[in-house]
């Protein structure tokens, strides 16, 4: 079964840093990717997602991701933050083989100061 | 507007007292699940559904039921609910149960169990 990585739990950075958020997964095969956000008392929203072709993605509000299947990393980044990308992250991915089960990482949760 | 719902929002019940959470979609999506959301874990799948009458478990379906009788619907049943079912639940769906198609979140419902 696939698992999820993700570190540093807890991030804390003030607007117009740059943020990057690691997700390692441990399936050997191909793989589909994806980051999710979920703001404060609201539910999950796609980012973007990986499934094939140039791997270097990019998302909404700015967010982009790298595959590297050497590495099995999907790494979310964001050239400068706002304080409107307060939020959780979480990477997950499913294998194209499977039933579309998606197995989630445990979630960064990221707070920007104004 | 396309959109899953859930109901309740927030449920608030006593040990052994069997509940309903209901889940509904108008996308005509064939693949719907539920996850639990627990702090520090993620998200983790309860039970997943291909399509009407389809059915399966995920990775902690234990003390738990659903049933897909109709496409848009795929309720979660608590029988006899128990303190560490306490959590946050999102049911989701995807236009097909081919892997790697997103899945799109209904807003979350928060149970209590006392």
């Known amino acids: 079964a696939q698992s999820v990585s993700q570190h540093n739990h807890h991030v804390i950075l003030s607007e117009a840093a740059s943020l990057e958020l690691g997700c390692n997964y441990s399936y050997g095969g191909t793989v589909n990717l994806f980051w999710y956000v979920q703001y404060p008392g609201q539910h999950l929203q796609l980012l973007l997602k990986?499934?094939?072709?140039?791997?270097l993605v990019k998302g909404i509000k700015g967010f982009e991701a790298e595959f590297i299947k050497s590495k099995f990393s999907f790494n979310l980044r964001k050239p400068s933050v706002q304080w409107s990308d307060t939020a959780e992250y979480f990477c997950a991915v499913t294998s194209p083989y499977g039933n579309n089960r998606l197995a989630f990482g445990k979630g960064n949760q990221v707070v920007v100061i104004p | 507007e396309a959109q899953v719902t859930q109901n309740p929002r927030y449920l608030i019940t006593v040990t052994g007292k069997k509940l309903t959470v209901t889940c509904s979609q108008n996308?005509?999506?064939?693949?719907m699940s539920w996850y639990r959301q627990d702090p520090g874990l993620g998200l983790r799948q309860i039970y997943y559904s291909m399509n009407v009458e389809v059915t399966d478990k995920g990775d902690v379906p234990e003390g738990y039921k659903v049933s897909r009788k109709e496409k848009r619907n795929f309720p979660l049943i608590l029988e006899s609910p128990s303190p560490n079912q306490t959590s946050l639940y999102f049911c989701?769906?995807?236009?097909?149960?081919?892997?790697?198609?997103?899945?799109?979140f209904g807003p979350g419902t928060r149970l209590t169990v006392l």
């Open positions: 989701a769906s995807s236009p097909s149960a081919k892997p790697g198609h997103e899945q799109f």
């Open positions: 990986y499934f094939s072709g140039d791997p």
């Open positions: 996308m005509n999506h064939e693949y």
